[in-house]
């Protein structure tokens, strides 16, 4: 339900947005969520596996508390939330205001079909005789003109690609819902100019438009075309530029003073490109190079007029803007190194190889080589395609290919095993997140995936093209080549579509490569305030990442929306009170529809009627035409208030699309929406339509009806049984804990206390502030001690936060809502809060160096003590000459097998930092793999720019360190030497990673779980990124896995966010489906306890029954699954209306 | 470590060095009462006692070849929340892995009971022991049974006239037990083999003062030969009654004389539900269903449900079928349940790989969830 007056926007719907709008509608504020595709789902919705798990699970980012208020099936489908419009096929077109008070325009893009009337029938495909290739599996499989543009999606609203549509119109007369909207006539109503002084393209542009159904007049000069211009309205004009007297330049800077509306698209000849480019300063959109393809000619043309159809631009009011646009992809067969691309089917890239192991996919998940289905025995992975590459102008990592690689690898190896060798070819395996060195660890050693450290540089094939070979150039400098079958391209991030053109709307700025430019130590503010970013926007991010940065930017957000008064209550948000159905017996309106006239036979609607009549719970049977308009709307409301039924049955299509619809009834006519249901009952008559099946004629069992009749039956033993009372809802107690006053606590506790609820934040430290205390500056050259300063100061002055400090934890028992904590301070006193949920920013601390005699020799410190050495001036770079680092020292193997992450960025800090101090300093960087993911790359250049040395090694031969006559002597074998390298070093730094600090007392107290490393275990690494297991317990910070600073401060804001979801409501209701335990029945087994995945189910020993918490139960039925007494059952989901729905199935 | 002790036997009277040995027992001073098999006075049966008085268990018959019900319940009863006190409970092997399944399930407190297993030497059916004893059970009953089993010679009882369950039973001796009474393999007309097998049951028989013995070379051939005899019957068993049972038409075949009355159920020591779901309203289908199943079906058999609820109970209980077979002991139309029970329970504890009442340890497999487990069923690859 929408508590707050305030709204947002959130620009794209993939992971990120969809992440983004929840958050904010799980607070109570509106939403409006849009896309440029026609569907939501972004990139997501073509990867059907994640890492770890090689999974899915995108549904565990639903609604937990408050479950009702979204739709609750699988999120890669669809969305649906109470407070959240989803506009897809639609652009930001406008934004005026400031942060707190924007208004947004929206433009929508015609899809040429009526998203309200199309039912997702299929007949128009049936019908459609173009076929082209399928953006959605990479062009692997084709499609028809009107497709969908997600196979999976709901509502499947169909859309039409009007480049590639031939407007024969056969779906038109095949729609049963006349839902096709071709534009014939509107096409016919562009008008088009081509002017060229050569005749013959005049001629061949005029039919070539023609044929695509525009009104096209032609001019031979620019004189002539001023004339024309000036006669008759004209939308668009394709003018040369190479043209005696008036040239296409002039032309244009004529005809745009004159008709400032007028669409120009120039054309020319290579030799001037140039002068093409300049004009589309002056006001050309575009420009065409001659001789013309038509297939390039036609959507440049088709563009301008569809945007011209959806000029009516949608006015919005909202709070605050959250950017959420993906990612864009290099593309390999753009350039001269294509690495075969776009040239041999079985060079493809990392998504569309991922299309080709989906069940959707173009092989339906078979693996199969893309020249000629056969079966795949060798694959190579290349790395860093459009990355890590300056000379494609990419001097960044994209970040995410490396996992992608392995993961793809892992996924071919548990299929096939030994059947298909994987290699990777990578530069530096970049395995810089939680769990991913192991992951890595498990592919190559268990699973035998082969990684080859070398960049691929060529692919060619052998002479009758069957087997592609691949060379790469080894660290050694060797030529390598070797044949495989498929060859699988990292391509690279680059900004997402239009990125550039939604930045100058905003006036957002952009970095060097065209993303995003956030502001200095935050991941999601930009420089306009009331504009967030979350997801890829700023760079390609994992799902984690993602969502991570989509939650802090909701927070973001939701404090300006708040800030600027969004968060009060609007007027008509008043309970609606329905009527108390309890104790009356089952009386439903059974509500047939019988769709529009090319429907209505198919619809069985008096069959239908005549077999449900006698049935003794169904009260009235009506029969509606088009049930889906306002006025079908309408007819039923009139129904059910003129009647005596207090359960309403719909029988229609598309129930998904009635969710809103459902709801607004049940408030109209005071009947709980739980008791509305809609079933879908046309699809079998479409099935049986798509598959030219004729009507049965009287007298014989007709299939069809047969299904539509099962189909009602069983949700009338559902609808029947549905328990009418509202479900249970606990109190929330509107106060927050945060443990740890790091700089990802503080964050934590401002961005709840800016919300208006209490913050208690403890500290065992007697000042806020944690490793700030002694990391100076980042990377990038920000201070982190004004960091520190103004963020403590913050939080001391803050009215909402109280500090503790000096305190630790000593103890804690409760559930979400209400949590009961005792805090110990230093001198043993004692003090109890309670609290409706908490946060724990218990961070890391630098791991000891156990190695390579620190704390022998005074020239051995580690980074940590490099760092605090450097600010105080013990070290000086000025006196120093030869510096060695040793980087994953005690990490990345077992016990310690994973990325600390900030580790080769401090390294290349400091390095640079003594080279900027002493120019003729040697230093030295001993590697495994450089991980400096993201646009960090860049320091990694500039470091080997300015002459810092890198020596890669491998576990097998890690450096040695000697303690000679004073110095200090590393030993180690230079790859690209191939031989043992020996350095003298005036110092030796250690990067030793990082450890957790969590205390186990703690943990138990939160009831926190933490992983083998002693992180916080999440929730889901993926979907729920900083909640913990727990219901009511988040993390953040060093304390969920090791992060840098401005990541620290995401994660901060994502936990406050994911906290405020509960903090926000006095009372949360549980959804209407939830365990409820029959005490009479139970024989306390346990093993419910032990079943339920939310850990909602306890043994109360003083009332000696099982209790649940409402607000943690997901309704996953575990329970009753378990319980073989029938004592532990599902509200909504009880064993008669199952059995009784079983029954109707089988129609038994 | 196993420790073994000598019950000696005098007179070559097994039940008298039996209640002498569970006099002892029920003298330690942590032991409340004993729960034991006795001779009812008032009539010619052998029901388990709750004895507190050692002079009390005079009556005791552990050896009687009568098993009424399945002792676990009763353990289950007594020992379902902490009474405060310890029992001794001497108990058949499959009432042990019985208890120990209750115990998983938060049916009973497993340290609240010493248990005394003896091996088992089987039992009849209810009606059939009625024959076997005629007028009034004795102790002499009790010996013809005991004597020529133990002696193998047939004397005047027939092995297969042991209930098909104790025909069928392949783990006779008491292995979850805190302390065993070796029986098989031992010279009986003089002594009977102690062996502790918890440290709870080497605690109790250490301060019994029982002279220490060796355990007879033989005793492991005559288990050996005993349970390779069992699995024979037991294997003939399962095929017939999986050829019996294969199909749907074939099962509902097999259980056409169940009347509903849910007898197996209450004998079961396993289902522990207080109240079965097939007895609360979920079955009490209302009026038009009957009419409509009726009507589409053309003729239904009533009372319904009948093949359902068998189902339901192997669903539900087949991974912990201890194969005592009292369900085909209560079943009024002798139906052979227990057959149906371990034919499934031997593919679904296979299934698995689970061992009902051998250890504490195993979880029930419905109790855990692996989810690399089964993936051809889920449809999730591994």
């Known amino acids: 339900m929408r508590r707050k007056i305030g709204k947002a926007l959130v620009v794209g719907a993939g992971i990120g947005g969809i992440r983004a709008a929840l958050d904010l509608a799980e607070t109570g504020y509106g939403v409006t969520l849009i896309d440029r595709a026609p569907s939501i789902g972004g990139v997501l919705s073509q990867l059907d596996f994640q890492f770890p798990s090689n999974r899915c699970g995108m549904c565990k980012m639903l609604p937990m508390v408050e479950r009702d208020a979204a739709s609750q099936f699988c999120l890669r489908k669809g969305l649906f939330h109470e407070n959240i419009d989803i506009l897809t096929a639609t652009e930001l077109s406008a934004v005026e205001g400031e942060a707190g008070r924007f208004t947004v325009s929206l433009r929508e893009k015609p899809t040429w079909v009526d998203a309200q009337r199309c039912i997702g029938c299929g007949l128009c495909r049936t019908v459609c005789p173009v076929t082209v290739p399928d953006d959605f599996n990479d062009g692997l499989s084709v499609r028809n003109a009107i497709y969908l543009p997600v196979p999976h999606t709901v509502p499947n609203t169909y859309v039409i690609d009007s480049v590639a549509c031939n407007r024969c119109g056969e779906c038109i007369k095949v729609c049963p819902t006349d839902a096709i909207r071709l534009g014939a006539g509107l096409r016919r109503g562009f008008r088009i100019l081509v002017v060229d002084d050569e005749a013959i393209v005049r001629e061949s542009l005029r039919d070539i438009l023609d044929e695509e159904g525009f009104d096209v007049s032609a001019a031979a000069s620019g004189p002539e075309a001023l004339e024309s211009l000036d006669a008759g309205a004209y939308h668009l004009m394709l003018t040369d530029i190479k043209m005696p007297g008036m040239d296409g330049v002039e032309l244009l800077k004529a005809a745009k003073a004159a008709h400032p509306d007028l669409i120009v698209l120039m054309m020319t000849a290579y030799a001037t490109v140039e002068t093409a480019v300049e004009a589309m300063k002056v006001g050309a959109l575009d420009y065409l190079i001659k001789p013309f393809d038509p297939d390039a000619l036609i959507p440049m043309v088709v563009r301008p007029f569809e945007q011209l159809q959806a000029s009516r631009d949608r006015r919005l009011d909202v709070g605050a803007i959250v950017l959420s646009t993906g990612t864009g992809y290099f593309d390999p067969s753009a350039g001269k190194g294509n690495l075969g691309h776009g040239v041999h089917p079985n060079v493809v890239t990392a998504l569309a190889f991922e299309r080709m192991l989906s069940g959707t996919g173009p092989y339906e998940g078979r693996l199969l080589r893309p020249d000629n289905g056969e079966p795949v025995e060798r694959i190579a992975w290349l790395q860093c395609v459009g990355s890590r590459d300056i000379q494609a102008d990419a001097d960044f990592c994209s970040t995410i290919c490396c996992m992608h690689a392995v993961k793809e690898a892992l996924l071919v190896k548990e299929r096939y095993g030994e059947a298909v060798a994987c290699t990777i070819y990578y530069m530096d395996m970049r395995t810089a997140g939680k769990s991913f060195q192991r992951y890595r660890d498990r592919a190559e050693f268990e699973q035998g995936v082969r990684f080859t450290r070398g960049r691929a540089h060529s692919v060619s094939w052998d002479a009758d093209g069957r087997n592609l070979l691949i060379r790469d150039v080894g660290l050694d400098g060797s030529c390598r080549e070797e044949s495989f079958d498929m060859a699988v391209l990292a391509v690279g991030q680059r900004p997402a579509p239009a990125t550039e053109d939604l930045c100058r709307l905003l006036e957002v700025p952009t970095n060097a490569w065209g993303f995003v430019q956030t502001e200095a130590l935050s991941a999601c503010r930009t420089q306009r305030p009331g504009v967030f970013v979350g997801g890829a926007t700023a760079g390609l991010k994992d799902i984690n990442e993602s969502v991570i940065h989509a939650s802090a930017a909701a927070n973001l957000a939701s404090r300006a929306i708040h800030a600027a008064g969004g968060g009060i209550a609007p007027e008509a948000s008043g309970e609606v009170v329905y009527r108390d159905v309890s104790r009356e017996s089952a009386a439903v309106l059974m509500v047939l529809c019988a769709c529009g006239e090319g429907a209505e036979k198919r619809m069985n609607a008096d069959a239908l009627k005549r077999r449900f009549e006698k049935d003794p719970s169904v009260q009235q049977i009506a029969v509606v035409a088009e049930s889906c308009t306002d006025t079908g709307w309408d007819r039923i409301a009139e129904l059910v208030a003129g009647g005596k039924a207090n359960r309403v049955l719909i029988g229609a299509c598309h129930p998904y699309a009635y969710i809103r619809r459902v709801r607004q009834l049940g408030a109209q006519i005071g009947l709980d929406p739980s008791l509305i249901e809609v079933v879908d009952i046309f699809e079998p008559a479409w099935a049986a339509a798509r598959a030219g099946a004729d009507q049965a004629t009287d007298g014989d069992v007709d299939p069809v009806l047969a299904q539509q009749s099962t189909r009602i039956e069983m949700a009338l033993a559902r609808l029947k049984h549905r328990d009418p009372d509202p479900p249970p809802a606990i109190d929330v107690i509107q106060r927050a804990l945060v443990v740890g006053g790091g700089i990802a606590g503080m964050t934590a506790s401002v961005a709840i206390a800016d919300h208006g609820y209490a913050v208690d934040l403890v500290e065992k430290e007697d000042r806020l502030g944690g490793n700030l205390h002694w990391l100076n500056r980042t990377l990038e050259g920000e201070s982190l001690q004004e960091l520190r300063d103004a963020v403590t100061q913050q939080v001391t002055q803050h009215p909402n936060i109280t500090v503790h400090l000096g305190t630790e934890i000593s103890g804690g028992y409760g559930q979400v809502g209400r949590f009961i904590t005792t805090l110990r301070d230093a001198e043993g006193a004692v003090q109890t809060l309670e609290h409706g949920t908490a946060v724990l920013a218990t961070g890391c601390r630098e791991a000891a160096a156990q190695s390579y005699g620190h704390g022998q020799h005074p020239a051995v410190v580690t980074q940590r003590e490099l760092e605090q050495r450097l600010a105080d001036g013990t070290v000086d770079p000025a006196g120093l000459s030869s510096v060695v680092m040793i980087q994953c020292v005690g990490s990345r193997e077992e016990p310690r097998n994973y990325c600390s992450r900030v580790c080769c960025a401090t390294s290349l800090k400091h390095a640079l930092t003594m080279k900027e101090n002493n120019p003729d300093i040697a230093v030295y960087v001993l590697y495994r793999d450089m991980m400096t993911p993201g646009f960090a790359e860049t320091y990694y250049t500039r470091a080997r720019q300015a002459g810092v040395l890198f020596v890669q090694y491998e576990t097998t031969a890690k450096p040695e360190v000697d303690f000679g006559d004073g110095g200090v002597t590393v030993r180690a074998t230079d790859p690209i030497l191939g031989k043992p390298v020996e350095i003298a070093a005036d110092l030796l730094v250690l990067a030793t990673g990082m450890t957790p600090r969590m205390a186990p007392a703690l943990a138990e107290a939160f009831g926190v779980e933490t992983d083998a490393d002693g992180f916080v275990a999440e929730a889901e690494s993926k979907w729920r990124p900083v909640d913990a297991i727990r219901e009511g317990v988040f993390a953040c910070g060093t304390a969920l896995s090791p992060r840098s600073v401005v990541e620290s401060i995401a994660t901060g804001e994502a936990a406050a966010q994911r906290a405020l979801r509960i903090l926000d409501q006095k009372r949360l209701p549980a959804g209407r489906i939830v365990a409820e335990v029959r005490h009479s029945l139970c024989s306390r087994c346990e093993r419910c306890i032990a079943d339920c995945p939310y850990g909602a189910r306890v043994l109360s020993p003083d009332e000696d029954r099982i209790l649940v918490n409402p607000a943690m139960c997901q309704g996953c039925g575990s329970c009753a699954a378990v319980c073989p007494n029938g004592a532990a059952v599902v509200r909504g989901l009880r064993e008669k209306s199952m059995m009784e729905t079983i029954d109707a199935a089988l129609a038994l | ?382």
């Not at chain 2, 109790?204 to 051939?221: I, M, N």
């Not at chain 2, 609360?280 to 589409?296: I, K, S």
């Not at chain 2, 009902?356 to 969830?369: A, K, Y």
């Open chain 2, 1 to 382: 470590m196993a420790t073994t002790y000598r019950i000696p036997v005098a007179d070559e009277d097994l039940p008298g060095a039996l209640r002498a040995f569970l006099q002892a027992v029920l003298s330690l001073p942590d032991i409340n009462a004993v729960l034991a098999p006795g001779q009812l006075p008032m009539k010619n049966t052998v029901m388990p006692m709750l004895v507190s008085d050692p002079e009390q268990l005079a009556v005791a018959d552990p050896l009687a070849p009568y098993f009424p019900l399945n002792g676990a319940k009763l353990v289950s009863r007594l020992t379902r929340k902490p009474s405060g006190g310890k029992i001794a409970a001497v108990l058949r092997s499959c009432e042990i892995r019985a208890f120990v399944e209750l115990v998983k399930l938060h049916q009973g407190i497993r340290e609240d009971v010493l248990i005394v297993g003896i091996d088992c030497l089987g039992a009849l059916n209810n009606t059939d022991y009625a024959r076997f004893a005629g007028e009034a059970a004795t102790e002499e009953t009790t010996r013809r049974f005991y004597r020529s089993v133990l002696d193998g010679d047939g004397g005047d009882f027939d092995e297969t006239a042991l209930a098909s369950a104790c025909q069928a039973c392949e783990l006779p001796t008491p292995e979850g037990a805190d302390i065993g009474l070796a029986l098989f393999g031992v010279n009986t007309r003089q002594e009977i083999l102690a062996e502790t097998k918890t440290d709870a049951g080497e605690a109790a028989l250490e301060r019994l003062e029982l002279e220490a013995a060796e355990t007879p070379a033989g005793r492991a051939d005559a288990v050996r030969s005993l349970v390779a005899r069992r699995k024979v019957f037991r294997d003939a068993m399962f095929k017939r009654t999986q050829e019996a049972t294969g199909t749907l038409e074939d099962l509902t075949r097999y259980l056409a004389g169940c009347v509903n009355c849910y007898n197996c159920r209450v004998a079961c020591p396993v289902c522990y539900c207080r109240e079965c779901v097939f007895v609360t309203d979920v079955f009490d289908h209302e009026p038009d269903r009957y009419l409509r199943w009726a009507e589409r079906r053309g003729a239904m058999k009533m009372p319904t449900d009948t093949v359902f609820y068998h189902l339901t109970r192997l669903a539900h209980m087949s991974t912990a079928c201890v194969g005592c077979g009292q369900c085909s002991n209560a079943c009024p139309n002798d139906i052979p349940v227990m057959e149906l029970f371990r034919a499934t329970a031997a593919q679904t504890q296979a299934a698995f790989g689970y061992h009902p009442g051998r250890s504490l340890e195993e979880r029930p497999p419905l109790s855990e969830f692996r989810e690399d487990e089964f993936s051809e069923v889920v449809g999730i690859e591994g």
